[in-house]
C-alpha cells in the first residue's frame, strides 16, 4: 500500500521569499506519479505540478519546482517569489502509474505573509 | 472547457435521512472518482469509475453508501441513515483516458455535508 507523510502541518513565509514545502512517500511500485495540489480556502483543489517517477530530471512550473529523490522517497516543493495568493493548504499525493486512485497527504498550510 | 462541476455545493441534513449528491465530470473524461476529505486532512479515496463501470471500492464506502454512473457521464453518491460521522467534504475528480494529461486528476468545488 502506497503512503504520504507531511511533516509540517503549518508553513509561513515573507512575500518574495522562497518556501520549501516536504513530502515523503513509500510504495512498492517501480512506476509511478507524485503530485502537489493547491487548496485555497473554500475553493477547489488544483493541480500546481506532477513529477513522473521514471524521469530523474525534476520538474518546474514557473515560480514552481520539485526536488525528487528517488531512493530517499523525497518529493519537495519549492515556491520561489512567493506570492499571496499561494496561501493556501498544499497536499503531496502519490498514484501508481496503472492504479485508481491517488493517496494523499495530510497537507501542509503555507501562509504568505505581506 | 468546463471544470468538474458538483451539485450542491453545500448540504445540511439530520442523522437518519438520504442525501444524494452529483458529480458532472470533464467531458471526455471517462475515469470519475470520489474521494472524501475530513477537515484539516487530505483526500481518501472511495470508488472510482471507467465508463459506467464501478472498478474499485475503498473499505471506507460501506453498505450505506452507494454510487452510480449510469451512461458513464455524470455520477451520484448516496448517503443512506446519515450519520454525524459522515460530515465530511465529499470531491469528485475526473481524468482523460487520452492527451497528454491522462495521470492527472481534475477536482471539483466539492459538497460540503453537515449532519446534524
Known amino acids: 500500500a502506497q503512503t504520504v507523510t507531511q511533516s509540517q502541518p503549518e508553513m509561513s513565509v515573507q512575500e518574495a521569499e522562497t518556501v520549501t514545502l516536504s513530502c515523503t512517500y513509500d510504495t512498492s511500485e517501480n512506476n509511478y506519479y507524485l503530485f502537489w495540489y493547491k487548496q485555497p480556502p473554500s475553493r477547489q483543489m488544483i493541480l500546481v505540478i506532477r513529477q513522473e517517477a521514471y524521469k530523474q530530471q525534476n520538474a518546474t512550473e514557473n515560480r514552481f519546482s520539485v526536488n525528487f529523490q528517488k531512493a530517499a522517497k523525497s518529493f519537495s516543493l519549492k515556491i520561489s517569489d512567493s506570492q499571496l495568493g499561494d496561501t493556501a493548504m498544499y497536499f503531496c499525493a502519490s498514484g501508481e502509474l496503472y492504479g485508481n486512485k491517488l493517496v494523499f497527504g495530510a497537507g501542509t498550510i503555507l501562509r504568505v505573509k505581506s | 472547457d468546463t471544470g468538474v462541476s458538483q451539485n450542491p455545493r453545500h448540504k445540511i441534513t439530520k442523522r437518519g435521512q438520504n442525501v444524494t449528491f452529483r458529480c458532472d465530470p470533464i467531458s471526455e473524461h471517462n475515469r470519475l472518482y470520489w474521494y472524501r476529505q475530513t477537515l484539516g486532512q487530505g483526500p481518501e479515496f472511495l470508488t472510482y469509475?471507467?465508463?459506467?463501470?464501478?472498478?474499485?471500492k475503498s473499505r471506507l464506502l460501506s453498505d450505506r453508501f452507494s454510487a452510480e454512473r449510469p451512461k458513464g457521464s455524470f455520477s451520484t453518491l448516496e448517503i443512506q441513515r446519515t450519520e454525524q460521522g459522515d460530515s465530511a467534504m465529499y470531491l469528485c475528480?475526473?481524468?482523460?483516458?487520452?492527451?497528454?494529461?491522462?495521470?492527472?486528476?481534475?477536482f471539483g468545488p466539492g459538497t460540503r455535508l453537515t449532519v446534524l
Open positions: 475528480a475526473s481524468r482523460p483516458i487520452q492527451g497528454a494529461s491522462t495521470d492527472t486528476q481534475y
Open positions: 469509475f471507467q465508463n459506467e463501470a464501478q472498478l474499485e
